[in-house]
């Protein structure tokens, strides 16, 4: 596994300049064995197809770039090769549709390599799309994330693969992640950080590659997870450099203009509603009315050199009213930029804890202003954008543009007469009596229905009645009277060695399986590449 950290650096030192936003290609395993799939098969579903309807939405550069899947019961299967996420909904759904289908009930005696064989085998195929695809070019994507979403304890797994991996060729390999999936969290807190075992000391090297996690069988627990894939994961360089006033600090990180610099990562909040077809009235997009992401965001994603935001003061946290806030809120963290070495890291954070700490206890907020990256000789300086820092009670600090004097708008506003009308107060404060009372407002208990809407978009009228066609003449399998013949891409990849098990009934003709396993089916319209094993 130590093969699989040198692979990590040499991904990261070649990608520094792709896109903020660019997500490695991401391997998803699926390691679930009978009775379990039974519990976890609906909710699965219904995370990956709510999931992948925003990814595959999502306007502007695309933020996943390859995924595929394969599942592991009796042996390791294929389920869909490398595909581009973005506009290929339509088969990720029939993926997922094929995962609905899958035998839920029953037993099997699943064998230990098999996991292993699912790394190797879609490793194997990451390398022969890679060999496809390159054209001269560099391709913005060098190394693979592998995700394991396991039944089993997710330790004995961690185990299994360090021992099986250990002298194998890990060079692309990114990240290698364990996801066990529990009914009881709480009974697996020990289960949140890698593995370190004091008795074996391959292990316990080996286990400080790998990271095992662990997320509840429910819906919303697995979209939280799968949108992580979204959020901008690069440690290439840091996103933000916050300037403060150099007599607030120690000489210690200061800048050559003799300021303190906290070098910051930036994360969203959330997703623009902007980004996504349909959504609101379809006109009005009151975040951004370019309808992307805001300023901030965009110039820290675009630019190869550092984005700085320049403290010019400090605010009463009384002292903002709301209505001059606009676009999207961002999150500041301290920087995990891996080119940093671990001294500037820690006093980093150390410092970055220190202001929230001080914000906090002095109730106050930052004024903060944008600064140009450096500007030509004939090049005028742009419209600057001001910005207010918000602390938190943890290790972040939001960032919000504030409007300035050349944006106001007159608006006379009548102060609040202090006794309304007793008749009036008494209707208002019964209307407020039935109302459910809330302490805190919880998003994720509060729904729109974009998922659906999002999903409709990619079915066209003429499709569905294609579909309805289809669906009154089903092609029948040439093995079996009665049997719906699945259409599922296979991999090109020479097949690893499996032990089939017994009463395997196989999915697709041995003709057509031969014929099928020679192309790459890439992205809609389909795409054939011959294969090299």
Same mark, same amino acid.
């Given at each position: 596994?130590?093969?699989?950290?040198?692979?990590?650096?040499?991904?990261?030192?070649? @990608?520094?300049?792709?896109?903020?936003?660019?997500?490695?290609? $991401?391997?998803?395993?699926?390691?679930?064995?009978?009775?379990? %799939?039974?519990?976890?098969?609906?909710?699965?579903?219904?995370?990956?197809?709510?999931?992948?309807?925003?990814?595959?939405?999502?306007?502007?550069?695309?933020?996943?770039?390859?995924?595929?899947?394969?599942?592991?019961?009796?042996?390791?299967?294929?389920?869909?090769?490398?595909?581009?996420?973005?506009?290929?909904?339509?088969?990720?759904?029939? /993926?997922? #549709?094929?995962?609905?289908?899958?035998?839920?009930?029953?037993?099997?005696?699943?064998?230990?390599?098999?996991?292993?064989?699912?790394?190797?085998?879609?490793?194997?195929?990451?390398?022969?799309?890679?060999?496809?695809?390159?054209?001269?070019?560099?391709? &913005?994507?060098?190394?693979?994330?592998?995700?394991?979403?396991?039944?089993?304890?997710?330790?004995?797994?961690?185990?299994?693969?360090?021992?099986?991996?250990?002298?194998?060729?890990?060079?692309?390999? $990114?990240?290698?992640?364990? =996801?066990?999936?529990?009914?009881?969290?709480?009974?697996?807190?020990?289960?949140?950080?890698?593995?370190?075992?004091?008795?074996?000391?391959?292990?316990?090297?080996?286990?400080?590659?790998?990271?095992?996690?662990?997320?509840?069988? !429910?819906?919303?627990?697995?979209?939280?997870?799968?949108?992580?894939?979204?959020?901008?994961?690069?440690?290439?360089?840091?996103?933000?450099?916050?300037?403060?006033? @150099?007599?607030?600090?120690?000489?210690?990180?200061?800048?050559?203009?003799?300021?303190?610099?906290?070098?910051?990562?930036?994360?969203? *909040?959330?997703?623009?509603?902007?980004?996504?077809?349909?959504?609101?009235?379809?006109?009005? *997009? +009151? !975040?951004?009315?370019?309808?992307?992401?805001?300023?901030?965001?965009?110039?820290?994603?675009?630019?190869?050199?550092?984005?700085?935001?320049?403290?010019?003061?400090?605010?009463?946290?009384?002292?903002?009213?709301? #209505?001059?806030?606009?676009?999207?809120?961002?999150?500041?963290?301290?920087?995990? /930029? %891996?080119?940093?070495?671990?001294?500037?890291?820690?006093?980093?954070?150390?410092?970055?804890?220190?202001? /929230?700490?001080?914000?906090?206890? $002095?109730? %106050?907020?930052?004024?903060?202003?944008?600064?140009?990256?450096?500007?030509?000789?004939?090049?005028?300086?742009?419209?600057?954008?001001?910005?207010?820092?918000?602390?938190?009670? #943890?290790?972040?600090?939001? =960032?919000?543009? =504030?409007?300035?004097?050349?944006?106001?708008?007159?608006?006379?506003?009548?102060?609040?007469?202090?006794?309304?009308?007793?008749?009036?107060?008494?209707?208002?404060?019964?209307?407020?009596?039935?109302?459910?009372?809330?302490?805190?407002?919880?998003?994720?208990? =509060?729904? @729109?229905?974009?998922?659906?809407?999002?999903?409709?978009?990619?079915?066209?009228?003429?499709?569905?009645?294609?579909?309805?066609?289809?669906? $009154?003449?089903?092609?029948?399998?040439?093995?079996?009277?009665?049997?719906?013949?699945?259409?599922?891409?296979?991999?090109?990849?020479?097949?690893?060695?499996?032990?089939?098990?017994?009463?395997?009934?196989?999915? +697709?003709?041995?003709?057509? *399986?031969?014929?099928?396993?020679?192309?790459?089916?890439?992205?809609?319209?389909?795409?054939?590449?011959?294969?090299? &094993?």
């Amino acid at each position: 596994m130590a093969a699989a950290h040198q692979g990590r650096a040499i991904g990261k030192r070649s @990608s520094i300049a792709v896109q903020m936003n660019q997500q490695p290609p $991401r391997l998803l395993i699926l390691h679930i064995a009978l009775p379990s %799939w039974a519990g976890i098969c609906s909710n699965l579903c219904e995370a990956l197809q709510n999931f992948f309807s925003l990814a595959c939405s999502l306007m502007g550069p695309s933020r996943m770039s390859l995924f595929s899947l394969y599942m592991v019961q009796n042996q390791h299967e294929c389920i869909l090769p490398f595909v581009q996420v973005k506009g290929n909904f339509v088969r990720l759904q029939a /993926c997922i #549709s094929e995962l609905r289908t899958l035998p839920r009930e029953g037993c099997f005696h699943p064998q230990s390599i098999s996991v292993q064989l699912a790394v190797e085998d879609g490793l194997q195929q990451f390398k022969q799309y890679s060999r496809h695809m390159a054209t001269g070019a560099a391709l &913005p994507y060098t190394s693979l994330e592998i995700i394991i979403l396991t039944s089993q304890p997710g330790k004995e797994v961690v185990k299994q693969l360090e021992k099986g991996l250990k002298d194998k060729d890990l060079l692309r390999v $990114r990240r290698l992640q364990v =996801v066990e999936v529990t009914e009881d969290v709480l009974e697996h807190t020990d289960s949140s950080s890698p593995i370190d075992d004091p008795g074996n000391d391959e292990i316990s090297v080996l286990g400080t590659d790998i990271d095992l996690q662990t997320i509840d069988n !429910d819906v919303v627990s697995m979209e939280i997870f799968f949108k992580a894939w979204l959020h901008n994961s690069g440690t290439d360089q840091e996103h933000i450099h916050l300037l403060l006033p @150099s007599q607030c600090f120690s000489n210690i990180s200061r800048g050559k203009d003799n300021s303190m610099c906290l070098k910051c990562d930036l994360q969203e *909040r959330f997703l623009s509603p902007s980004l996504f077809p349909g959504t609101a009235d379809g006109s009005s *997009r +009151m !975040d951004d009315p370019k309808g992307d992401v805001s300023t901030l965001y965009q110039m820290a994603s675009q630019s190869s050199s550092h984005y700085k935001l320049r403290v010019i003061k400090a605010l009463k946290s009384s002292g903002l009213c709301e #209505s001059l806030t606009y676009g999207l809120p961002f999150i500041l963290r301290p920087t995990s /930029c %891996w080119q940093l070495d671990w001294d500037e890291l820690e006093i980093n954070q150390q410092h970055f804890h220190a202001l /929230c700490h001080s914000l906090l206890r $002095r109730e %106050w907020l930052l004024l903060a202003k944008g600064e140009p990256k450096g500007l030509g000789h004939r090049q005028r300086a742009p419209a600057s954008t001001f910005y207010v820092i918000v602390p938190s009670r #943890s290790l972040t600090l939001l =960032v919000k543009a =504030v409007a300035t004097r050349e944006l106001m708008l007159p608006s006379p506003f009548p102060l609040l007469p202090e006794d309304p009308p007793r008749d009036s107060l008494k209707i208002m404060e019964s209307v407020m009596d039935s109302l459910e009372l809330e302490p805190t407002y919880n998003p994720l208990q =509060v729904w @729109s229905h974009l998922y659906s809407h999002l999903s409709r978009t990619f079915v066209k009228p003429q499709e569905r009645l294609c579909n309805a066609g289809e669906g $009154r003449g089903p092609r029948k399998h040439p093995n079996k009277a009665g049997q719906l013949q699945t259409n599922r891409v296979r991999a090109t990849v020479v097949p690893l060695p499996v032990t089939p098990a017994p009463g395997r009934v196989p999915k +697709m003709p041995e003709a057509s *399986r031969t014929s099928s396993e020679d192309f790459f089916l890439l992205s809609e319209p389909e795409e054939e590449y011959p294969s090299q &094993p």
